[in-house]
């Protein structure tokens, strides 16, 4: 496999991932095939609206996203990108779109998940945050020890702020590489990071294994699994 590009340690390297990277660890995309996530239509259970209308829905849908997760472990282009922090430790950021948490399952230290974590909920009235693996599930909706008020999964639902935004603007204005890794282009603000990226300077690589719509803004793009190919490629930029 061909690519142009040799790091150093003191560049700036920023890693975008989507569902992609972790399909191979046995966890569906959002949009496969048939645009259902694991057979739910989207707004039926990641909005705010789905949820104050049918919270116990909503719950068993999360409770399963999570109780997959004790099933999973991280591939081999997730173990990559904790090599790639070795190789540049604060000098490379990896944002996440995924909720799975297998990139610290990995060894990531500095990732940032923009869309919160399967493995946190909090109270929808005190705010109080909770780990999923205290959480008693033969409650059909979990209630806070605080103030009895509805948990909530941590997911970044449509219609919500994404977590980090300062941090990722700012990062976006330094990276010199801006690795795109398994996601569609499809969910925003992140779909918009590429090209934000680009306009501050950065050199644009993406893995996917089908071709990206927004490929005139790509400098490299690497057709194929991320497990298999992005292991090879970081050998290639790092040796
Ligand atoms: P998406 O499902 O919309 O797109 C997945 C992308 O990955 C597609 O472009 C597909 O071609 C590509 N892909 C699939 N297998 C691949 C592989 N082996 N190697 C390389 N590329 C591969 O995902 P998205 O863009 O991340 O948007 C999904 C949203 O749903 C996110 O907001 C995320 O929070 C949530 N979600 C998360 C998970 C998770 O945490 N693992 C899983 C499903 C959905
Ligand atoms: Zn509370």
Redesign the pocket.
């Known amino acids: 496999m061909k690519t142009n590009y040799k790091f150093h340690k003191e560049d700036k390297i920023t890693a975008l991932?989507?569902?992609?990277?972790?399909?191979?660890s046995g966890?569906?995309?959002?949009?496969?095939r048939d645009g259902l996530?694991e057979n739910h239509r989207?707004e039926e259970v990641?909005s705010p609206v789905a949820f104050s209308k049918n919270p116990e829905m909503v719950w068993e849908f999360y409770k399963q996203r999570y109780l997959q997760l004790a099933k999973v472990s991280p591939n081999s282009?997730h173990f990559a990108l904790k090599k790639m922090e070795d190789f540049c430790s604060s000098n490379f950021n990896l944002i996440?779109?995924?909720?799975?948490g297998?990139h610290q399952i990995a060894g990531n230290i500095n990732v940032l998940e923009m869309?919160?974590s399967?493995r946190q909920c909090f109270c929808s009235k005190c705010l109080h945050s909770f780990e999923m693996k205290e959480i008693d599930f033969e409650q059909k909706i979990p209630k806070c020890d605080h103030c009895s008020g509805n948990l909530r999964p941590n997911?970044?639902w449509f219609g919500e702020m994404p977590y980090e935004m300062e941090k990722i603007d700012k990062i976006l204005e330094n990276t010199k590489y801006f690795i795109v890794?398994?996601?569609?282009?499809?969910?925003y603000p992140?779909?918009r990071f590429l090209s934000i990226a680009k306009y501050f300077g950065a050199k644009a690589i993406e893995?996917?294994?089908?071709y990206?719509i927004n490929s005139v803004v790509l400098d490299e793009f690497h057709l194929?699994?991320?497990?298999i190919?992005l292991p090879e490629l970081i050998e290639k930029w790092i040796t």
């Open positions: 991932t989507g569902a992609g990277i972790s399909a191979e966890i569906k995309t959002f949009r496969d996530w989207i990641a282009a996440t779109q995924n909720v799975d297998l869309h919160g399967l997911i970044v890794i398994g996601t569609s282009g499809i969910v992140a779909a893995i996917n294994l089908e990206p194929g699994k991320a497990g190919l």
